[in-house]
């Protein structure tokens, strides 16, 4: 057990239970921080839940909770986040909440969690970019644009970061095999995706003291696919 801890935003997803696991296999304190309720966590962890982290009133008393329980918060990770896919004639466009979802959540929570993150020897954020955003294919735009977003406030708030401890990457997943994925690609090769725990691993190693010499990054995990 070290004294380092972390939050995890959108830790009852596929993914956040990948990083929960791993965060407490390897030692860490771990809070939750969810927009769902009720959901129980292993023994240890702290659970906030009921979160709408698109309220930076609510981003800031959910990362007051974690300092409430832990007294300190050592790394931020953003993994809230949602997806559609979307041809840009839909009658219902989907870009402003693409982007409250990926940009805003990750924006709001990394202002209320900097002034931990800084008091913290080896502060860091990692957020969830996409391989997709890089070159979105059709039904991709109003999802890719937003993930855009999430990699230049990454590559930005490095930048202003540069003077303190934090350093602030992302990782750029492709297709997660995911159990939603498996059920709308029913004819696809899963073993060509990118397993939860093996992104959870790369996530993990961004918000360790390990990756002190990175920041400004953007990480492809991209399988084999």
């Known amino acids: 057990m070290t004294d ?20 407490l296999a390897g030692g860490l304190k771990v809070a939750v921080i969810d927009h769902a309720r009720g959901r129980s966590a292993p023994d240890g962890v702290l659970e906030v839940g009921g979160v709408d982290l698109t309220d930076p009133a609510q981003a800031g008393h959910a990362i007051a909770a974690v300092i409430g329980r832990f007294g300190r918060l050592d ?33 709001n ?12 020897d080896e502060g860091r954020i990692v957020n969830v970019g996409s391989a997709a955003a890089l070159k979105p294919g059709a039904g991709m735009g109003a999802y890719g ?11 930005a708030l490095a930048e202003e970061l540069k003077a303190t401890s934090v350093t602030v990457n992302a990782v ?17 090769d899963p073993a060509q995706w990118v397993a939860p725990a093996d992104l959870a691993a790369v996530i ?9 010499a990175m920041t400004g990054a953007l990480v492809p995990v991209t399988g084999r696919v």
Do not use: C
């Open 4 to 23: 380092r801890v972390v939050a995890i935003t959108g830790g009852h997803g596929a993914l956040g239970r990948a990083v929960l696991q791993a965060a």
């Open 109 to 120: 929570a990394s202002r209320a969690a900097l002034p931990y993150l800084k008091a913290s």
């Open 145 to 155: 644009a937003a993930k855009t977003g999430v990699h230049a406030l990454t590559q």
């Open 75 to 107: 790394a931020l990770l953003n993994i809230a986040g949602g997806f559609v896919w979307q041809t840009t004639d839909d009658a219902e466009p989907a870009w402003d909440r693409m982007h409250a979802l990926n940009v805003t959540t990750a924006l």
């Open 172 to 188: 750029l997943p492709s297709i997660i095999d995911t159990p939603a994925n498996r059920k709308d690609m029913p004819d696809a």
């Open 204 to 212: 993990l190693f961004l918000a360790s003291p390990e990756s002190r």
